[in-house]
């Protein structure tokens, strides 16, 4: 059986994708079998070179994105230089099928799963010992145990990587953060 993809969903990481695909997943959805295919970029500033390729002036497939609030300013002049648009403010975007993470995709997925939840999802990874190694860690001491959980995860390749389907597994699917629940939805 060919399956055509029809949709490309840029991310800037595979965490993003991986995330992305467990809530599709979770949600009873078969993006292969829509033809959604969820493309991690490498980065945000990659954005113009993917809308080159499956836009308007390449593939022309139906496109839309997840990306970090800091990254904002990039996925929106990858937007206008691909001709979608001209002085898009945020809402613009969404209605291109864009959407923001505040700050990003691991601040989203902790807030709204709560601390306890990732300190079981991060037990579950074997981890939780390390990351009460770093919360004593003199500079992390008094951050709040959002802020220290959003930097444990990115203090080892791989880890946002390997927690972010996780997080999205443990998630009550009526908390799902608004953009990732947002793009699957545009999609």
């Known amino acids: 059986m060919l399956i055509t993809v029809r949709t490309?969903?840029?991310?800037?990481?595979?965490?993003d994708q991986l995330a992305l695909e467990a809530l599709a997943r979770r949600r009873g959805r078969n993006l292969e079998a829509?033809?959604?295919?969820?493309?991690?970029?490498?980065?945000a500033t990659n954005i113009g070179t993917y809308l080159d390729?499956?836009?308007?002036?390449?593939?022309?497939?139906?496109?839309?994105?997840?990306?970090?609030?800091?990254?904002?300013?990039?996925?929106?002049?990858?937007?206008?230089?691909a001709g979608l648009g001209f002085n898009l403010t945020r809402a613009d975007m969404e209605r291109l099928g864009f959407y923001l993470c505040i700050a990003d995709l691991e601040d989203e997925?902790?807030?709204?799963?709560?601390v306890a939840a990732v300190e079981r999802v991060i037990e579950g990874q074997r981890e939780l010992q390390a990351?009460?190694?770093?919360?004593?860690?003199?500079q992390w001491r008094t951050r709040q145990p959002e802020v220290q959980l959003r930097r444990f995860l990115g203090t080892h390749r791989g880890?946002?990587?390997?927690?972010?389907?996780?997080m999205v597994e443990a998630i009550d699917l009526t908390r799902v953060p608004r953009p990732l629940d947002a793009v699957l939805t545009y999609v």
């Open 8 to 15: 490309a969903v840029l991310v800037e990481g595979v965490s």
């Open 109 to 114: 997925l902790i807030r709204a799963l709560g």
């Open 159 to 166: 880890r946002k990587i390997q927690t972010a389907a996780r």
């Open 131 to 138: 990351f009460r190694t770093f919360q004593r860690e003199p």
């Open 53 to 81: 390729r499956f836009g308007p002036r390449g593939l022309d497939l139906k496109v839309a994105g997840l990306c970090d609030e800091g990254e904002e300013g990039d996925f929106r002049r990858g937007l206008e230089r």
């Open 34 to 43: 829509e033809g959604v295919s969820i493309v991690p970029m490498g980065g």
